[in-house]
């Protein structure tokens, strides 16, 4: 029973720590057409690596309209 509480506890915490939601889908690339039944993947960093995913399987690659670049900001050094 308290290995069920400890490991409860633990998903609880886990479920807690903050993630960039936006982050995971965040590629410039996009299989979609007959791919896996019409389903669309916007999980591709590079058009080779999409069009590796839908050869032979049917499909295309198209561009990711909701991909936005991440801009690195300069850090600043604070004041003294």
């Known amino acids: 029973m308290p290995a069920l ?3 409860s506890l633990a998903a609880l915490l886990l479920t807690l720590i903050p993630t960039d939601p936006a982050g995971a889908q965040n590629y410039p690339w996009c299989t979609a057409g007959s791919y896996k039944d ?3 993947n916007c999980g591709f960093s590079t058009f080779e690596q999409c069009m590796a995913t839908v050869k032979g399987a049917g499909g295309y690659c198209e561009q990711n309209p909701m991909y936005q670049p991440v801009v690195a900001t300069p850090h ?3 004041r003294h």
Request: aromatic content about 0%; cysteine-free.
């Open 5 to 7: 509480l400890t490991l």
């Open 76 to 78: 600043r050094k604070p």
């Open 38 to 40: 019409g389903g669309r």
